[in-house]
């Protein structure tokens, strides 16, 4: 698995994924969240990656996680 990041890079991820947590998205490049934030922040910007703040959950089932604490990215472009 290639874990270099960039723009590209994490547009690619979030095409195939569609719905992601940040927190999967920085374990997937192996990197902390305020690293990958601006860069997700630029897709937001653009239009093409809406930020779902605290009410999706991870989409896991496990019903584990609190909801509120979970900053989700959904691809839209």
């Given amino acids: 698995m290639d874990t270099d990041m960039d723009l590209i890079t ?11 947590p940040l927190q999967d998205v920085a374990m997937h490049f192996r990197v902390d969240v305020e690293t990958v934030k601006p860069l997700l922040d630029v897709w937001v910007a ?9 009410n999706l959950g991870c ?19």
């Fill in 46 to 54: 653009k239009g093409k990656a809406k930020k779902h703040a605290g």
């Fill in 10 to 20: 994490l547009k690619n991820y979030l095409r195939e994924h569609r719905l992601v």
């Fill in 59 to 77: 989409q896991k089932g496990c019903c584990k996680c609190d909801p509120s604490l979970i900053e989700t990215y959904e691809w839209t472009g």
